[in-house]
């Protein structure tokens, strides 16, 4: 089998000559890729499945945790090693240091939003928003909120969640089209979950890459800016309508976490501290300004950890996985094709190299994202690929987690399949066909990045 790790040890005659070391080299295999392929076959089988049947969020019926053992099972049969030794391969992906320092991460993340949310750290910063928006400006003023919010909470559903209610209602008192508002909000959500510093799509993308999230963000900047403000000039200019919002008592004390955990982050400090603070600061304000004692503090962080269980548990598995299929020659593989392609479109070394990799990275992780309907799983998947096709054609890390992340927000926002999008859709009664034909930011950073993929010049 061509998927058998090939030990070649060179040994000269000279007894004085020392030996040269052993290298492992991985033969390319795609039979190795074919576990993955098991995983999407279920994940997405299911969700077509219940889709037919008019079940409500029919692509997470089967949870994915559950529709990558198989996968992890099959992956195991198939390997050459010893059943031990492919259970250590396993346990050696899901223990490696990167997979463990983004559990860790998803874990506090998960606590700051939950004692955030429920000493009203949201609720705060939505009315702040709302005060700020002038009523003839109530479409770009929601996709300003709605980023604002994501980024500040590092989650696109727990930003839709909190805005979607009241942007319908709003909606609804202006006469707007509820599809537009609905593209509105979708869009700020995603704009914000690919900047936060604590998005799990921003820990993936940075730990898998190597590089600090600060600079994973200045770096996103480049591609946001542009295509946030003509997605804001596209948003007032088909405005329509206007309403007086009420008033809602603004406490700013309650916001402080939130621009906290920003300027800390933006500032370069270490994120398990940045995250740690924010969660210190939420809990005091709770405790300062409201009933809110110690126990509740301490329930709200367990139920913070609670909300990351999927994506913490599927982490490690795609990551024993992940580890199962390197060995094997998996990625190899995918590796080779995409040094292929590269190849084809490229013949110039250097920027044009450089160019037709980072393309490679969108494709793959676009791909990916398709397939599964998680930015997050996308970018794990995807990463160890990615790193090394930046190694070889000279990409900065950063740059390579700013790609990964771009590209898998971009697909994430445009398939109706995606749990942003039926959530946006079952709280306006729309198709989810309909909230993405308006996720007008999703489109037009697609078209901004590959503008400055190919055209902006390289060190």
């Known amino acids: 089998m061509t998927d058998l790790i090939r030990r070649e040890i060179t040994l000269t005659n000279s007894t004085n000559a020392p030996k040269a070391p052993a290298t492992d080299v991985i033969a390319p295999s795609f039979l190795a890729l074919t576990p993955l392929f098991l995983f999407l076959t279920l994940f997405i089988g299911a969700g077509v499945y219940f889709q037919s049947q008019g079940v409500d969020f029919a692509f997470y019926q089967l949870p994915s945790v559950v529709a990558i053992l198989p996968a992890i099972i099959f992956a195991i049969l198939i390997s050459k090693q010893k059943l031990n030794q492919s259970i250590e391969t396993f346990l050696a992906g899901i223990g490696h240091s990167n997979i463990i320092a983004m559990c860790m991460i998803y874990l506090l993340a998960g606590a700051f939003a939950a004692v955030a949310k429920a000493t009203g750290g949201v609720d705060a910063t939505v009315a702040l928003g709302l005060s700020l928006v002038p009523s003839s400006l109530l479409l770009p003023g929601f996709f300003v909120i709605a980023a604002f919010i994501a980024t500040a909470m590092g989650t696109s559903m727990g930003t839709i969640a909190a805005v979607a209610p009241i942007a319908l209602g709003v909606a609804n008192e202006a006469q707007i089209d509820l599809a537009i508002m609905a593209g509105a909000v979708i869009s700020g959500a995603l704009f914000g979950d690919n900047l936060s510093i604590i998005s799990d799509t921003t820990i993936a993308a940075t730990r898998t890459q190597g590089c600090e999230m600060k600079d994973k963000f200045k770096e996103n900047l480049i591609f946001a800016i542009p ?93 024993g996985l992940a580890a199962l299929m390197q060995q094997q020659g998996g990625l190899a593989f995918v590796s080779k094709q995409i040094e292929k392609l590269i190849s084809r479109f490229s013949k110039a070394k250097g920027e044009a190299s450089c160019r037709a990799s980072e393309l490679g990275m969108a494709g793959i992780v676009a791909a990916t994202n398709t397939c599964v309907a998680n930015n997050t799983v996308s970018i794990v998947v995807t990463g160890d690929i990615a790193k090394d096709l930046a190694k070889k054609h000279g990409v900065t890390p950063k740059r390579a987690a700013s790609i990964l992340d771009i590209f898998s927000c971009i697909i994430q926002g445009l398939i109706p399949y995606g749990a942003q999008a039926l959530l946006v859709a079952s709280t306006f009664s729309l198709s989810p066909l309909e909230v993405v034909a308006h996720a007008w930011y999703c489109m037009i950073l697609a078209v901004v990045a590959v503008l400055i993929v190919v055209f902006r010049k390289r060190n």
């Open 227 to 319: 295509a946030s403000i003509i997605t804001l000039i596209v948003f007032t200019l088909v405005g329509q309508g206007q309403a007086d919002v009420a008033a809602q008592e603004i406490d700013f004390i309650k916001v402080i976490p939130y621009l906290t955990i920003l300027f800390l982050a933006v500032a370069g400090l270490n994120v398990f501290v940045v995250l740690t603070v924010g969660i210190l600061l939420a809990g005091v304000t709770g405790l300062l300004t409201m009933d809110y004692g110690v126990i509740q503090f301490g329930q709200d962080i367990y139920a913070g950890f609670g909300n990351m269980q999927e994506i913490f548990i599927l982490s490690m598995l795609v990551g």
